[in-house]
C-alpha cells in the first residue's frame, strides 16, 4: 500500500504543481499503462520518450512492486489518478 500512495504523491508533484496545470495525455496513459499493463507493453510506451538504459530497468523494477498489488487497489489507484486529472484539468 506504501508504493500507491507514493505514485500518487508523484502524480500530484507531477499533475498539480501549478493551479492552471494541464495533464498531458501521454503522462496519464503512461500512468495507467504503469498500473495495468504487461512488461512489453509498458517498454515499448516508454521507448517513445528515448529514456537511458538505466531509467527504463529502474522503472521495470518498480513495476514488480506495483503488479504485486492486488487488482482492486491498482483499480482504487486509478480512480483516485482519474479525479486529480479531472481537478487538474479545469
Known amino acids: 500500500m506504501r ?5 500518487l504523491l508523484v502524480t500530484l508533484a507531477l ?3 501549478e493551479a492552471n496545470a494541464k495533464v498531458c495525455p501521454a503522462l496519464a496513459s503512461e500512468i495507467t ?3 495495468f499493463a504487461g512488461e512489453a507493453i509498458l517498454k515499448l510506451q516508454l521507448d517513445e520518450f528515448d529514456p537511458p538504459e538505466e531509467a527504463v530497468a529502474a522503472k521495470l ?4 512492486c506495483t503488479d504485486q498489488m492486488s487488482l482492486r487497489n491498482r483499480i482504487e489507484v486509478e480512480k483516485i489518478l482519474g479525479r486529480i486529472v ?3 484539468d479545469l
Open 3 to 7: 508504493l500507491s500512495v507514493c505514485l
Open 33 to 35: 499503462s504503469f498500473l
Open 86 to 88: 479531472l481537478k487538474c
Open 15 to 17: 499533475c498539480c504543481y
Open 61 to 64: 523494477e518498480v513495476k514488480k
